[in-house]
């Protein structure tokens, strides 16, 4: 099947998004396709979409590369076997190359990424990118948390009221807050959440809530939510102050944040990227897992600098 591959134009998202809807069986890539083709990551770093198409100007399939990230590559199920999959992942290792990067990883680009890796079902995809020279280089899990009749939330005014009492404000983030809240998280934990925290507060209706320590009116503590892969109810990132944990508070912005995807009638919570998980369960009650599997693959001795 002849076919060309070209930089994704703008103008072409509704075709794309049709596309990733009958490719991507494991995510929910179409839902979110206008951020994902063509959203930064973090610290600014561009995405670069390109497509193969048909003689006849049909789309056969879509690729993201992004400073070292391989973002998202889908090929309509009709178009597979033909090497358009082999012709788009060539290119953007060419395009992550020519951008600096001398290794490219599968998914995990912080601040805007589809899935922190590629889900374990899709053994296919992955056994398809090994024999192409990935190799594994990690695993991410993500946790579900069900939303409707979930009796943890039910906690979440107690947890509030004790708040109050050991002299903390909890509130939800403003727009106005960005700059500060960026500032901290970077200092606090790092630039890739910061980006992801910021999208969440300044996009409305605001995807943030913070604590704050009354006696010095200092941050303390923050949680979010849709900040990457807006709409679709996944939670993160969060962290609070050292010195301030014990006190409930990551705990009572955990709830507060399930409560306002609950609120958009979503069903479910997913939490990437999880560390403690004793602590999910124990605040919002864990229903069930995902795990992804993270490749990459070194570019550096295979190419040089024309």
């Known amino acids: 099947m002849p076919f060309e591959v070209a930089p994704l134009d703008p103008e072409d998202l509704d075709e794309a998004r049709e596309l990733l809807a009958e490719s ?28 193969a198409r048909a003689p006849d100007g049909s789309l ?28 788009l992942l060539a290119t953007a290792e060419d395009l992550c190359w020519s951008v600096g990067a001398d290794e490219i990883r599968t998914l995990d680009q912080p601040g805007n990424y589809l899935a922190p890796g590629i889900d374990v079902r899709n053994q296919h995809t992955i056994n398809w990118l090994l024999e192409r020279g990935f190799e594994h280089a990690g695993e991410n899990v993500s946790l579900l948390i069900d939303l409707r009749d979930n009796p943890h939330l039910a906690r979440l005014p107690e947890l509030e009221d004790g708040l ?35 999208r969440a507060a300044v996009a409305p209706p605001g995807g943030v809530h913070i604590a704050i320590d009354e006696d010095d009116g200092a941050l303390v503590g923050f949680a979010a939510h849709d900040g990457n892969n807006r ?71 295979e190419r040089t600098i024309v």
């Open 164 to 198: 109050t009492d050991a002299g903390y404000l909890v509130r939800p983030a403003v727009a106005t807050d960005a700059p500060a809240l960026q500032s901290w998280i970077t200092e606090m934990f790092s630039a890739g959440w910061a980006a992801e925290a910021e």
């Open 24 to 51: 991507c069986e494991f995510d929910q890539a179409a839902e979110v396709a206008e951020e994902k083709l063509f959203g930064a990551g973090t610290g600014g770093a561009v995405a670069m979409p390109i497509a």
């Open 60 to 87: 056969l399939g879509v690729a993201v590369a992004s400073d070292s990230w391989l973002r998202l590559i889908a090929v309509s199920p009709t178009a597979r076997g033909e090497g358009i999959g082999s012709e």
């Open 231 to 301: 709409g679709l109810g996944w939670f993160g990132p969060a962290g609070t102050d050292p010195e301030h944990r014990g006190h409930g508070i990551g705990a009572t912005l955990l709830l507060r944040c399930l409560r306002d995807i609950r609120n958009t009638g979503l069903d479910r919570c997913l939490i990437s990227w999880v560390g403690p998980r004793e602590f999910y369960d124990r605040a919002a009650g864990v229903t069930g897992e995902r795990r992804y599997a993270v490749l990459r693959k070194y570019l550096a001795s």
